[in-house]
């Protein structure tokens, strides 16, 4: 159905959902920040309904009549035939990234009044939270490269005030800095890439991009490779997988549900989604998939591991969250970008309950974040969380029917499929999960170990603490159930359809999940004091796992490889070779021979005369010869 | 002929030169000025004649008066620094220097 | 004639300020806005009929003749003159300076505005050196500590490239001469026949240097950083936000032109010495102490990527690199005058001298984030536009130098925010001067949202600016 | 009578013997009213300058040869000597010298054969030596008096020599070409004696002595109006024989004059004996200005450049001089601050400072870029270059005057001479000498105007 004119009636939530926030921004710096900064959040609030109600009419109308769109919306750079333009493309991919990002953004929005109620820096943190919830929103409807790296910098730049908001912890300002030029790090890729497409077909708008790859009307096919890669990489810096997966666990510096919205829920997905959104031009290029389930697999079991072995909570779960981007990654090197999506989608929910669990424990306690030293036995002073934790720790697990196991054993089965390696890492990945959430579970909630203080002074947090965890958690649940209606609604913006699951894969995962489960049982429950005991008995083990098997270190080496090398051109060289010697070298020099000429004139008549004399023999000299 | 005169001439005329050039007291350097100057004028005499031109005659008497004035000119200067009590020497004439 | 008003005024009201006293200050301020709102009016009468605003006096000497012209290259510059004139005439409001400050900042308005004005080389060039007096003055009378050789440095620096330059314009004109028979001194006429062979690549070198002295191409950039560390708030704007454009605009307006080919055929030399630059100045900046020097390295930064741009001779690449050039002047421009206002306020510039500042001074905060933002290319500020073009451009020639354009980028962030965080979110540690910064006053932010206004239009919608720049600088595209 | 004494040729010359025999009169009188010899002084030289300009191009052989640049130098000559005549004291012998030299002058640009020449060349020169040793410091100026006679003597004698072997070569003594090693050995000679003249390296070594003894007004009026005498003379010999090894060796000589004027005066602490050295610099381009004019066929029009450098140096090194005379200043370490005492003087020392360093919009940077351009022209790069160089090294000592005078603060107290008040006539000749110098190279016209008639339109 279009409005006359030929623009579709759908443009119209699109574009609301875009100016909602940008107006609940621009009414809440200039006006709500100076005279009540107190009440910032409410018009930001409302555009956050605002924006769930126009993202589930649009998930609605696309699922139901297969409605969508690619039109340019405006000019930006313009030079000559080369241009560059803001448009709004609404497809599957787009509408149900939509609609993951406005219920599960519109929730936390809800549950962070309460967290952050007494903040100082309330109003300043609503503003960039609302600022990042715009940005993502609008990466996921960009429709064109360009466009979307001009979001893709903003969810940056909201990631680093985000992180550093508590900004008089020197940790968080170095959390943020480095979250920023990890993802800067990234974003050279896709820089890189963009510059590459604009080279290679003169537009970066997806529509035109995918129209000439499918025709192979391509000039220089190694740069389209490239550029690939080179997307490949930018995904690798915003989606936390190896080797600049680094920042993620740091970032849990900022306020919880920082941790929750962004680096859990939305934001790290970008990658993913990238990679989904370019799946025409990435599944052609030979080898990138494979690589792409290579580093996907590694970073799941490599981060799935350091989980099982961290203390603190909000650690815990953020690298958790970089295992799970890594299985997208996985899910996506084996060619189902559909199942990334949906494990994307059921991640979100899962994963955004257990922080929003962790924060109201955090919270409890008066601290940003919960040592496992601190709690222990909770499930009698705080059963609601329990309830909620527990249904998103099943669903993470993968254990039927939660929502996880539907995304993860689609991509089991297809892991499966292609047999070999990656078939085991399939395997392995569920029972690396299954185990660490499981430990997090049993040494959190039950019999507090002896090492563990105890559910002593724990409490519920008010409504507006549970309320929305338990919907997270619901969804959690139940998102998986609607496996069907994803696949139809993928396979509209050329996405292939989630395949079908077998018994056998259903069993084999279930078998995995379980013995992780029960791995983490004999653990938590059974030795009691084991996870302490261990870390007494080999220190140097668990300094080595502190710093993540050494990348820590590196990265550190890196950083202060540049700065050193900073150092040695801009003071060393620019400054006190460079400078001093051959630029203000001269004039000492001038002065010298200036020094030197006048020795010469010693001031006797007959020395000048003398000179005279001589100047007069080289003229008759020189006449009589030349 | 010719060659002789060139040749007494050059030679009156470089000794005049070495005079100003070697010499330290003023003095002697003012005779070296009129010894050049005289060199000179016989030069011009012989040339003057060989060419029968006027003119060089003329000139000669010129340049006579003019090497006249430069030597008053000149004694007059030599005597203004004795008169301030400092030896007519090249090395009394060291302040200005550098 | 009109067009010549555009440096007559500030020249007479130069002469008038320098007189009078204690007016000079109004003076100063009528004639800046004046001479503003007249470089306005170009545009209003249409932006198709500038060519018929140029006015060319007789021949007078040898083909010299006094001709001014604008176009859409020329037209912005003035504007960015003009506006930053005013902007630091408002920002140095309230402190006491004599009659000479103000005279002389109008003088250098007047010499900026004759350099992008004239299109006869002899003017072009007495413009271009005019304004190293009053500069040289700035810095010497009113900067800090280390002035007196800061600004003997700055002079004698820039005189050299600019002899040499010089040279090459003789050389040009008298080969021009024995070509055509013809003595002339005019832009368009001189480029029909070039000096080819030696003589060509020797004057084209000279032009170069003279020209690169004052972008600065890094191994002639040492200037720079001692004159914009020694420079009086207003000084180090206007260095920054115009005369490092003069050299660009001398590349536009008689390098490229003249040697289109040989600029073709040194592409690789010539981008990867901008290239350099970028790179350079990036890491040079890194390792700064001072937030002025730090800010010194990163305008070489910045126009490494105009000249990236401009050298593509692509389009887009000219577009954005001359862009560019405007993005500079707002951002630089702001950026040293809130380095500024902390120095005026704590005589202090160094990055550990301050800290917590974000809760005692929040609008000097946010002009500075927004300001440091634009600087490092974020998206939907200016600086990226200008940045994006420029290697777009670039990349369709070598894209090597754009791979290098880009690291630069990268590293832009690894400079601008530890300076950042250090200034404004660390706490404050000892010996430093926080205590005395007070928040800007309403002038300084009116003077400063004026700056930073721009940059978010330029970064959303640059499409007109963009228009009017191509109209001057597309011919040079290949 | 008119024959042989052509009284309309001469008219310049004669006003300037008048204003001697008045200067002479008017000392004789006892209580003559204040001013007087400054007024006879500056109305004879107006006189002379009119009279020059007035005057048509004619030749009276044997002994006068009037053509146009011989009358505009003729103007130049008594300009050059205004400033002196207006600042000098009262007394009727310095102006008697004064005229004598000017006079001299004259003759030399009105020399129609060498015999002329010569007499004009020592009829300038001889007062020029009284000038300098009736210095105010007694002491310095008898020395630098003697060491300009004996050189300058010497000089006149080398160029006695020239003639004489010129004379044998060419069989008249009329300014007539001539070829042959004889007249290439004479040719040489007497451009050695312009060279003294001009004060080209290395004969320059009585120049600094002199310039910084004698009264800053007299160093002026040597530095402009002897130098141009010198320029002229140099271009008379260059204008004989176009392609003689003299044309050919002066790029050379005006290179090394150039770079060695400039580097010599950088560690100079003595102001008078700075702008000693950079005078020599500065006719180091004079001279190379002459060598590119003699290897483009010695035309008319091709002399406006040189012309205008001396038109434009004339005003800038008066100028300064001036300068040093109203100031009182005599030594750089004095001259810290200054621009806090005195704002007003000190901008005009900036503007004729700048000037001199070639620095636009002043007359000494067209004054440069015309020369540059001949060189250019001619195709002598490596001398544009060393020109170049020049000019950027002397910059350095120019800012550093200024930098002297506006940057440091005053370093202890100002020295007795520069507390006297300053007179209006002292005002009048610095405001006449840097107006001008600091906005003439805005107007290439004049340098037009100059060529049109130096090529007698």
Same mark, same amino acid.
């Given at each position: 159905?279009?409005?006359?004119?030929?623009?579709?009636l759908?443009?119209?939530?699109?574009?609301?959902?875009?100016?909602?926030?940008?107006?609940?921004?621009l009414?809440?710096?200039?006006?709500?920040?100076?005279?009540?900064?107190?009440?910032?959040?409410?018009?930001?609030?409302?555009?956050?309904?605002?924006?769930?109600?126009?993202?589930?009419?649009i998930?609605?109308?696309?699922?139901?009549?297969?409605?969508?769109?690619?039109?340019?919306?405006?000019?930006?750079?313009?030079?000559?035939?080369?241009?560059?333009?803001?448009?709004?493309?609404?497809?599957?991919?787009?509408?149900?990234m939509?609609?993951?990002?406005?219920?599960?953004?519109?929730?936390?929005?809800?549950?962070?009044?309460?967290?952050?109620?007494?903040?100082?820096?309330?109003?300043?943190?609503?503003?960039?939270?609302?600022?990042?919830?715009?940005?993502?929103?609008?990466?996921?409807?960009?429709?064109?490269?360009?466009?979307?790296?001009?979001?893709?910098?903003?969810?940056?730049?909201?990631s680093?005030?985000?992180?550093?908001?508590?900004?008089?912890?020197?940790? *968080?300002?170095? =959390? %943020?800095?480095? @979250? !920023?030029?990890?993802?800067?790090? $990234?974003? &050279?890729?896709?820089?890189?890439?963009? /510059?590459?497409?604009?080279?290679?077909?003169?537009?970066?708008?997806?529509?035109?991009?995918?129209?000439?790859?499918?025709?192979?009307?391509?000039g220089?096919?190694?740069?389209?490779?490239?550029?690939?890669?080179?997307?490949?990489?930018?995904?690798?810096?915003?989606?936390?997988?190896?080797?600049?997966?680094?920042?993620l666990?740091?970032?849990?510096?900022?306020?919880?549900?920082?941790?929750?919205?962004m680096?859990?829920?939305?934001?790290?997905?970008?990658?993913?989604?990238?990679?989904?959104?370019?799946?025409?031009?990435?599944?052609?290029?030979?080898?990138?998939? *494979?690589?792409? =389930? %290579?580093?996907? @697999? !590694?970073?799941?079991?490599?981060? $799935?591991? &350091?989980?099982?072995?961290?203390?603190? /909570?909000?650690?815990?779960?953020?690298?958790?969250?970089?295992?799970?981007?890594?299985?997208?990654?996985?899910?996506?090197?084996?060619?189902?970008?559909?199942?990334?999506i949906?494990?994307?989608v059921?991640?979100?929910?899962?994963?955004?309950?257990?922080?929003?669990?962790?924060?109201?424990?955090?919270?409890?306690l008066?601290?940003?974040?919960?040592?496992?030293?601190?709690?222990g036995g909770?499930?009698?002073?705080?059963?609601?969380?329990?309830?909620?934790?527990?249904?998103?720790?099943?669903?993470?697990?993968?254990?039927?029917?939660?929502?996880g196991?539907?995304?993860?054993?689609?991509?089991?089965?297809? @892991?499966?499929?292609?047999?070999?390696?990656?078939? &085991?890492?399939?395997?392995?990945?569920?029972?690396?999960?299954?185990?660490?959430?499981?430990?997090?579970?049993?040494?959190?909630?039950?019999?507090?170990?002896?090492?563990?203080?105890?559910?002593?002074?724990?409490?519920?947090?008010?409504?507006?603490?549970?309320?929305?965890?338990?919907?997270?958690?619901?969804?959690?649940?139940?998102?998986?159930?609607?496996?069907?209606?994803?696949?139809?609604?993928?396979?509209?913006?050329?996405?292939?359809?989630?395949?079908?699951?077998?018994?056998?894969?259903?069993?084999?995962?279930?078998?995995?999940?379980?013995?992780?489960?029960?791995?983490?049982?004999v653990?938590?429950?059974?030795?009691p004091?084991?996870?302490?005991?261990?870390?007494?008995?080999?220190?140097?083990?668990?300094?080595?796992?502190?710093?993540?098997?050494?990348?820590k270190?590196?990265?550190?080496?890196?950083?202060?490889?540049?700065?050193?090398?900073?150092?040695?051109?801009?003071q060393?060289?620019?400054?006190?070779?460079?400078?001093?010697?051959?630029i203000?070298?001269?004039?000492?020099?001038?002065?010298?021979?200036?020094?030197?000429?006048?020795?010469?004139?010693?001031?006797?008549?007959?020395?000048?005369?003398?000179?005279?004399?001589?100047?007069?023999?080289a003229?008759l000299?020189?006449?009589?010869?030349? | 002929?010719?060659?002789?005169?060139?040749?007494?001439?050059?030679?009156?005329?470089?000794?005049?030169?070495?005079?100003?050039?070697?010499?330290?007291?003023?003095?002697?350097?003012?005779?070296?000025?009129?010894?050049?100057?005289?060199?000179?004028?016989?030069?011009?005499?012989?040339?003057?004649?060989?060419?029968?031109?006027a003119?060089?005659?003329?000139?000669?008497?010129?340049?006579?008066?003019?090497?006249?004035?430069?030597?008053?000119?000149?004694?007059?200067?030599?005597?203004?620094?004795?008169?301030?009590?400092?030896?007519?020497?090249?090395?009394?004439?060291?302040?200005?220097?550098? | 004639?009109?067009?010549?008003?555009?440096?007559?005024?500030?020249?007479?009201?130069?002469?008038?300020?320098?007189?009078?006293?204690?007016?000079?200050?109004?003076?100063?301020?009528?004639?800046?806005?004046?001479?503003l709102?007249?470089?306005?009016?170009?545009?209003?009468?249409?932006?198709?009929?500038?060519?018929r605003?140029?006015?060319?006096?007789?021949?007078w000497?040898?083909?010299?003749?006094?001709?001014?012209?604008?176009?859409?290259?020329?037209?912005?510059?003035?504007?960015?003159?003009?506006f930053?004139?005013?902007?630091v005439?408002?920002?140095?409001?309230?402190?006491?300076?004599?009659?000479?400050?103000?005279?002389?900042?109008?003088?250098?308005?007047?010499?900026?505005?004759?350099?992008?004005?004239?299109?006869?080389?002899?003017?072009?060039?007495?413009?271009?050196?005019?304004?190293?007096?009053?500069?040289?003055?700035?810095?010497?009378?009113?900067?800090?500590?280390?002035?007196?050789?800061?600004?003997?440095?700055?002079?004698?620096?820039?005189?050299?490239g600019?002899?040499?330059?010089?040279?090459?314009?003789?050389v040009?004109?008298?080969?021009?001469?024995?070509?055509?028979?013809?003595?002339?001194?005019?832009?368009?006429?001189?480029?029909?026949?070039?000096?080819?062979?030696?003589?060509?690549?020797?004057?084209?070198?000279?032009l170069?240097?003279?020209?690169?002295?004052?972008?600065?191409?890094?191994?002639?950039?040492?200037?720079?950083?001692?004159?914009?560390?020694?420079?009086?708030?207003?000084?180090?704007?206007?260095?920054?936000?115009v005369?490092l454009?003069?050299?660009?605009?001398?590349?536009?307006?008689?390098?490229?032109?003249?040697?289109?080919?040989?600029?073709?055929?040194?592409?690789?030399?010539?981008?990867?010495?901008?290239?350099?630059?970028?790179?350079?100045?990036?890491?040079?900046?890194?390792?700064?102490?001072?937030?002025?020097?730090?800010?010194?390295?990163?305008?070489v930064?910045?126009?490494?990527?105009c000249?990236?741009?401009?050298?593509?001779?692509?389009?887009?690449?000219?577009a954005?690199?001359?862009?560019?050039?405007?993005?500079?002047?707002?951002?630089?421009?702001?950026?040293?005058?809130?380095?500024?206002?902390?120095?005026?306020?704590?005589?202090?510039?160094?990055?550990?001298?301050?800290?917590?500042?974000?809760g005692?001074?929040?609008?000097?905060?946010?002009f500075f984030?927004?300001?440091?933002?634009?600087?490092?290319?974020?998206?939907?500020?200016?600086?990226?536009?200008g940045?994006?073009?420029?290697?777009?451009?670039m990349?369709?020639?070598?894209?090597?130098?754009?791979?290098?354009?880009?690291?630069?980028?990268?590293?832009?962030?690894?400079?601008?925010?530890?300076?950042?965080?250090?200034?404004?979110?660390?706490?404050?540690?000892?010996?430093?001067?926080?205590?005395?910064?007070?928040?800007?006053?309403?002038?300084?932010?009116?003077?400063?949202?004026?700056?930073?206004?721009?940059?978010?239009?330029?970064?959303?919608?640059?499409?007109?600016?963009?228009?009017?720049?191509?109209?001057?600088?597309?011919?040079?595209?290949? | 009578?008119?024959?042989?004494?052509?009284?309309?040729?001469?008219?310049?010359?004669?006003?300037?013997?008048?204003?001697?025999?008045?200067?002479?009169?008017a000392g004789?009188?006892?209580?003559?009213?204040?001013?007087?010899?400054?007024?006879v002084?500056?109305?004879?030289?107006?006189?002379?300058?009119?009279?020059?300009?007035?005057?048509?191009?004619?030749?009276?052989?044997?002994?006068?040869?009037?053509?146009?640049?011989?009358?505009?130098?003729?103007?130049?000559?008594c300009?050059?000597?205004?400033?002196?005549?207006v600042l000098?004291?009262?007394?009727?012998?310095?102006?008697?010298?004064?005229?004598?030299?000017?006079?001299?002058?004259?003759?030399?640009?009105?020399?129609?054969?060498?015999?002329t020449?010569f007499?004009?060349?020592?009829?300038?020169?001889?007062?020029a030596?009284l000038?300098?040793?009736?210095?105010?410091?007694?002491?310095?100026?008898?020395?630098?008096?003697?060491?300009?006679?004996?050189?300058?003597s010497?000089?006149?004698?080398?160029?006695?020599?020239?003639?004489?072997?010129?004379?044998?070569?060419?069989?008249?003594?009329?300014?007539?070409?001539?070829?042959?090693?004889?007249?290439?050995?004479?040719?040489?000679?007497?451009?050695?004696?312009?060279?003294?003249?001009?004060?080209?390296?290395?004969?320059?070594?009585?120049?600094?002595?002199?310039?910084?003894?004698?009264?800053?007004?007299v160093?002026?009026?040597?530095?402009?109006?002897?130098?141009?005498?010198?320029?002229?003379?140099?271009?008379?010999?260059?204008?004989?024989?176009?392609?003689?090894?003299?044309?050919?060796?002066?790029?050379?000589?005006?290179?090394?004059?150039m770079?060695?004027?400039?580097?010599?005066?950088?560690r100079?602490?003595?102001?008078?004996?700075?702008?000693?050295?950079?005078?020599?610099?500065?006719?180091?381009?004079?001279?190379l200005?002459?060598?590119?004019?003699?290897?483009?066929?010695?035309?008319?029009?091709?002399?406006?450049?040189?012309?205008?450098?001396?038109?434009?140096?004339?005003?800038?090194?008066n100028?300064?001089?001036?300068?040093?005379?109203?100031?009182?200043?005599?030594?750089?370490?004095?001259?810290?601050?200054?621009?806090?005492?005195?704002?007003?003087?000190?901008?005009?020392?900036?503007?004729?400072?700048?000037?001199?360093?070639?620095?636009p919009?002043?007359?000494?940077?067209l004054?440069?870029?015309?020369?540059?351009?001949?060189?250019?022209?001619?195709?002598?790069?490596?001398?544009?270059?060393?020109?170049?160089?020049?000019?950027?090294?002397?910059?350095?000592?120019?800012?550093?005057?200024?930098?002297?005078?506006?940057?440091?603060?005053?370093?202890?107290?100002?020295?007795?001479?520069?507390?006297?008040?300053?007179?209006?006539?002292?005002?009048?000749v610095?405001?006449?000498?840097?107006?001008?110098?600091?906005?003439?190279?805005?107007?290439?016209?004049?340098?037009?105007?100059?060529?049109?008639?130096?090529?007698?339109?």
């Amino acid at each position: 159905m279009a409005i006359p004119g030929g623009v579709p009636l759908l443009l119209l939530p699109a574009l609301a959902v875009l100016l909602a926030p940008v107006l609940a921004l621009l009414f809440g710096f200039f006006i709500l920040r100076p005279a009540a900064p107190r009440r910032t959040h409410l018009p930001i609030l409302l555009s956050c309904a605002v924006v769930a109600a126009c993202a589930v009419l649009i998930v609605s109308r696309v699922y139901l009549f297969g409605e969508g769109f690619d039109i340019p919306v405006a000019h930006w750079m313009v030079a000559g035939a080369w241009s560059v333009s803001f448009g709004l493309r609404v497809d599957g991919l787009s509408s149900v990234m939509l609609a993951m990002v406005a219920v599960v953004g519109g929730l936390i929005h809800l549950w962070a009044c309460e967290y952050m109620a007494h903040d100082e820096g309330f109003s300043r943190f609503f503003l960039a939270f609302h600022l990042f919830f715009l940005s993502m929103i609008g990466l996921v409807l960009s429709n064109s490269y360009v466009e979307l790296y001009l979001f893709w910098e903003l969810t940056g730049l909201s990631s680093y005030l985000l992180i550093g908001h508590w900004y008089h912890k020197a940790s *968080a300002r170095r =959390a %943020a800095f480095q @979250a !920023f030029m990890t993802n800067r790090i $990234g974003d &050279l890729g896709f820089f890189l890439a963009l /510059l590459i497409l604009l080279r290679v077909f003169g537009d970066t708008r997806f529509l035109t991009l995918f129209r000439s790859l499918k025709a192979g009307a391509v000039g220089d096919p190694e740069a389209v490779t490239l550029a690939g890669w080179l997307l490949f990489w930018a995904a690798c810096g915003k989606s936390a997988q190896f080797p600049l997966y680094f920042w993620l666990p740091d970032a849990m510096e900022g306020p919880t549900p920082v941790s929750a919205l962004m680096h859990a829920a939305t934001m790290v997905t970008a990658g993913i989604f990238l990679l989904v959104r370019s799946w025409p031009l990435i599944g052609g290029i030979p080898g990138l998939p *494979a690589a792409i =389930a %290579a580093v996907g @697999a !590694f970073t799941a079991l490599f981060a $799935g591991v &350091l989980a099982g072995t961290r203390r603190d /909570l909000k650690r815990i779960l953020a690298y958790s969250t970089v295992s799970h981007l890594g299985i997208m990654a996985f899910a996506i090197g084996l060619s189902q970008p559909a199942c990334a999506i949906f494990h994307l989608v059921t991640h979100g929910f899962f994963k955004a309950a257990l922080f929003l669990c962790a924060g109201n424990i955090a919270h409890a306690l008066g601290q940003p974040s919960a040592d496992l030293d601190q709690v222990g036995g909770l499930r009698k002073t705080m059963p609601l969380t329990f309830l909620c934790f527990a249904l998103a720790a099943f669903s993470l697990a993968g254990i039927w029917p939660f929502a996880g196991f539907y995304s993860k054993d689609a991509i089991l089965d297809a @892991a499966l499929a292609a047999g070999g390696w990656r078939a &085991l890492c399939g395997l392995l990945i569920g029972a690396v999960s299954a185990f660490y959430i499981f430990r997090m579970l049993f040494l959190t909630f039950f019999g507090p170990s002896p090492r563990q203080k105890g559910p002593a002074h724990f409490h519920e947090p008010g409504a507006l603490g549970t309320v929305p965890v338990l919907f997270l958690s619901l969804g959690a649940l139940s998102v998986g159930w609607l496996h069907n209606g994803f696949s139809t609604m993928l396979s509209r913006s050329g996405v292939p359809a989630l395949p079908e699951l077998s018994s056998r894969v259903t069993l084999l995962g279930s078998a995995a999940a379980l013995a992780g489960v029960l791995l983490a049982y004999v653990l938590a429950l059974g030795l009691p004091k084991w996870d302490w005991e261990w870390r007494e008995r080999r220190p140097r083990l668990e300094r080595w796992l502190a710093q993540d098997l050494g990348v820590k270190p590196a990265v550190a080496a890196c950083a202060a490889f540049v700065r050193r090398l900073a150092g040695i051109l801009g003071q060393g060289w620019d400054k006190n070779i460079w400078d001093r010697w051959f630029i203000e070298g001269w004039p000492p020099a001038a002065l010298g021979l200036g020094e030197l000429g006048q020795e010469l004139a010693g001031g006797g008549l007959n020395d000048y005369l003398w000179w005279m004399a001589v100047a007069v023999a080289a003229l008759l000299y020189g006449a009589l010869r030349l | 002929m010719t060659a002789l005169i060139y040749s007494t001439t050059i030679l009156l005329f470089f000794l005049g030169l070495a005079a100003v050039v070697l010499r330290r007291q003023l003095l002697a350097m003012l005779l070296g000025l009129e010894l050049m100057v005289s060199a000179v004028n016989v030069s011009l005499v012989y040339l003057a004649g060989l060419f029968s031109d006027a003119q060089a005659l003329a000139a000669v008497l010129i340049i006579i008066a003019v090497a006249a004035a430069e030597a008053v000119v000149g004694l007059t200067l030599i005597i203004d620094l004795r008169e301030q009590g400092r030896e007519a020497d090249c090395s009394a004439l060291r302040e200005l220097k550098g | 004639m009109s067009l010549s008003a555009l440096w007559l005024l500030p020249a007479a009201a130069a002469l008038l300020a320098a007189c009078c006293g204690r007016q000079a200050r109004a003076v100063a301020l009528g004639a800046a806005a004046a001479t503003l709102g007249m470089s306005l009016m170009p545009a209003w009468a249409g932006l198709d009929s500038l060519s018929r605003l140029s006015y060319a006096g007789p021949a007078w000497f040898y083909g010299i003749r006094y001709s001014v012209a604008v176009d859409g290259l020329s037209l912005p510059l003035l504007w960015l003159t003009a506006f930053l004139t005013l902007i630091v005439i408002l920002f140095s409001w309230r402190g006491r300076f004599s009659s000479g400050y103000w005279a002389a900042f109008l003088a250098l308005e007047a010499a900026l505005m004759g350099v992008f004005l004239m299109r006869d080389l002899f003017f072009f060039y007495l413009f271009w050196e005019a304004a190293l007096i009053p500069m040289f003055f700035i810095i010497g009378l009113w900067g800090s500590a280390n002035r007196r050789h800061a600004a003997v440095k700055f002079f004698l620096f820039t005189f050299a490239g600019s002899v040499l330059m010089l040279l090459g314009f003789l050389v040009i004109v008298t080969q021009h001469h024995l070509a055509t028979g013809v003595w002339t001194w005019d832009m368009e006429l001189l480029k029909s026949p070039r000096p080819g062979g030696a003589l060509g690549l020797a004057s084209f070198l000279a032009l170069v240097v003279g020209f690169g002295v004052k972008v600065p191409l890094v191994p002639l950039h040492t200037w720079l950083p001692d004159a914009h560390t020694e420079a009086p708030v207003g000084g180090s704007v206007m260095l920054a936000g115009v005369m490092l454009k003069m050299g660009v605009y001398g590349f536009l307006r008689v390098a490229i032109p003249f040697f289109p080919e040989l600029c073709w055929r040194l592409l690789p030399w010539l981008g990867g010495v901008a290239a350099v630059g970028v790179i350079y100045g990036a890491l040079c900046a890194m390792a700064q102490q001072d937030l002025k020097r730090l800010v010194a390295y990163s305008s070489v930064a910045h126009l490494g990527f105009c000249l990236l741009g401009i050298f593509s001779r692509t389009q887009e690449g000219l577009a954005g690199g001359s862009l560019q050039l405007l993005n500079h002047g707002l951002t630089t421009g702001a950026l040293f005058l809130l380095v500024g206002a902390l120095y005026e306020r704590g005589h202090k510039r160094g990055l550990s001298d301050f800290g917590g500042l974000a809760g005692r001074a929040p609008w000097l905060t946010f002009f500075f984030g927004v300001s440091i933002f634009a600087s490092i290319g974020l998206p939907g500020l200016n600086g990226f536009v200008g940045e994006f073009m420029s290697l777009a451009g670039m990349m369709v020639r070598l894209p090597v130098l754009a791979l290098a354009g880009v690291i630069g980028v990268t590293l832009a962030a690894a400079y601008a925010l530890p300076a950042f965080s250090a200034v404004f979110l660390a706490e404050p540690g000892e010996g430093s001067v926080s205590a005395m910064i007070s928040d800007l006053s309403a002038l300084e932010a009116l003077t400063l949202a004026a700056l930073v206004l721009p940059m978010l239009a330029i970064g959303l919608h640059p499409g007109p600016l963009l228009a009017l720049l191509r109209s001057g600088v597309g011919g040079l595209a290949l | 009578m008119s024959s042989f004494l052509p009284i309309e040729a001469l008219a310049p010359q004669l006003a300037l013997a008048a204003g001697v025999v008045a200067a002479l009169l008017a000392g004789m009188l006892k209580e003559r009213p204040r001013g007087l010899l400054r007024a006879v002084a500056v109305s004879a030289l107006l006189a002379a300058a009119l009279l020059a300009g007035a005057s048509l191009p004619s030749a009276h052989p044997p002994l006068l040869r009037l053509d146009r640049i011989g009358l505009c130098w003729q103007e130049l000559f008594c300009l050059g000597a205004l400033p002196l005549a207006v600042l000098m004291e009262e007394d009727e012998i310095p102006v008697a010298l004064l005229f004598g030299s000017v006079l001299g002058m004259g003759l030399l640009a009105a020399a129609g054969s060498f015999l002329t020449l010569f007499l004009g060349l020592e009829l300038m020169s001889l007062p020029a030596y009284l000038l300098v040793s009736r210095g105010r410091r007694e002491e310095e100026a008898r020395e630098a008096g003697l060491k300009y006679f004996f050189a300058g003597s010497t000089a006149g004698a080398l160029f006695l020599l020239g003639m004489t072997l010129y004379y044998a070569a060419s069989r008249s003594l009329a300014l007539a070409p001539a070829s042959g090693p004889l007249a290439q050995a004479g040719l040489a000679l007497m451009g050695a004696a312009a060279l003294f003249k001009i004060g080209a390296v290395p004969l320059h070594f009585w120049l600094p002595d002199a310039y910084e003894a004698a009264d800053p007004e007299v160093a002026g009026f040597l530095s402009t109006s002897m130098k141009a005498a010198g320029v002229l003379l140099l271009m008379r010999l260059a204008e004989l024989a176009p392609s003689s090894a003299l044309a050919r060796v002066l790029p050379a000589f005006g290179v090394m004059t150039m770079l060695a004027g400039a580097f010599l005066a950088l560690r100079q602490q003595r102001l008078q004996r700075l702008l000693a050295y950079s005078s020599i610099s500065h006719a180091g381009f004079m001279i190379l200005g002459v060598g590119a004019w003699a290897a483009q066929g010695a035309t008319g029009a091709g002399a406006a450049a040189v012309y205008y450098y001396l038109i434009a140096y004339l005003f800038m090194s008066n100028g300064a001089f001036a300068f040093l005379k109203t100031s009182g200043l005599s030594t750089r370490a004095q001259l810290r601050g200054y621009a806090q005492r005195e704002p007003r003087l000190a901008a005009l020392l900036a503007a004729l400072l700048l000037s001199l360093g070639g620095v636009p919009p002043t007359a000494g940077f067209l004054a440069k870029l015309l020369i540059l351009w001949e060189t250019v022209r001619c195709g002598l790069y490596g001398a544009a270059l060393a020109g170049a160089l020049a000019a950027l090294v002397s910059l350095g000592y120019y800012l550093a005057l200024i930098r002297d005078a506006y940057f440091e603060p005053a370093a202890g107290q100002p020295p007795p001479a520069a507390l006297r008040r300053h007179s209006s006539g002292e005002r009048l000749v610095l405001l006449a000498c840097a107006i001008p110098s600091a906005l003439l190279g805005f107007f290439p016209w004049l340098a037009g105007g100059l060529a049109g008639v130096l090529s007698g339109l």
